[in-house]
């Protein structure tokens, strides 16, 4: 168990992890296209392409990463995450398709953390990212974490954004209009 | 239907009222109160207090403002919606509850909704905001529409918020970490 204070507790990550699947399902599943293909300009995520950016992450970068070090600790880096390398994936498949896959993955990926150790020692093991340097294994699943709810906050952000002019004089009373872009 | 533009097309902002509750609960349910009881100081709202927040507002603000303008047009103010208004009516009531009580209210109030007229001419019937001013009943259903999505953004950065320094040197490419507070 991780100590209180800075370190994220591993049972509370891991009940953010395995609910955002769900949360997507209830949001995204029979939603008109309007919602899911918006986006805010030239090179942003749409909600569809943050499903396929999710989906990516689960197949490339948390559990392989927690694998990595597991064998090498920090005597090798990560792969780099490409953040668009979802693309070709996810290309013309309908959305309820996606849900299957990111809910299907994450459970597989649940599964296989639950036969890690996740107490204080190995949690403060260290590994090598290739951009950001020496990092813990309790930092990577607390960004885990944090990596969902950035991507469920700017799915709210980027379908709030179409009614930034529908919404009239509410405007200053409605925050989300006015926030900066998230990166990826 | 309302014009594409500036406009919110109506049934594509009840898809987004219909499913906020099933989001919320596919979130709350069950996740422990480290969760729901986080907030980012005093006078903001934990996840908990936004969900008690929402259901103050299908029991008095927007149901009711529709009524007061198809029955009064602009010639009565809005009744003041106030923010913290369901600080009473939430205290130590389990999340299930809650999460049950929001989902039969907003189920109620869209029934209602489909029975009143939702074309240009009736989204464009104008009422009065007791701070904004004249308002229309279009402008109102958007803002209802973005104050879900407003207040789904707001949870994932209290919850984000959490791991600010847990997250280690990942910080930097988690841009809802420096997000401003919202409005209620």
């Known amino acids: 168990m ?6 994220l507790n ?26 899911l293909e918006a986006n805010e300009g030239a090179e942003t995520f749409s909600p569809r392409d943050v499903l396929g950016h999710l989906i990516h992450g689960e197949r490339t970068d948390w559990m392989p990463r927690l694998r990595l070090i597991r064998e090498f600790g920090d005597t090798r880096p990560f792969e780099p995450f490409d953040r668009t390398g979802f693309l070709e994936h996810i290309h013309g498949r309908p959305v309820g398709d996606l849900l299957d896959e990111f809910a299907r ?28 340097g020496s990092v813990t294994v309790g930092q990577l699943l607390a960004t885990w974490v944090t990596h969902d709810l950035n991507h469920l906050g700017q799915i709210a952000r980027v379908m709030a954004r179409r009614q930034t002019e529908a919404v009239g004089p509410w405007r200053e009373y409605l925050g989300i209009l006015e926030w900066k872009r998230a990166g990826g």
């Open 10 to 35: 591993p049972e509370e990550g891991i009940q953010i992890l395995e609910r955002t699947p769900a949360v997507l399902d209830a949001w995204f599943r029979g939603l008109d296209d309007a919602w």
């Open 105 to 132: 993955l994450r459970a597989d990926n649940l599964a296989e953390l639950a036969t890690h150790p996740l107490d204080a020692a190995a949690l403060a093991v260290r590994g090598r990212h290739p951009a950001l």
């Open 2 to 7: 991780a100590e209180r204070g800075v370190a």
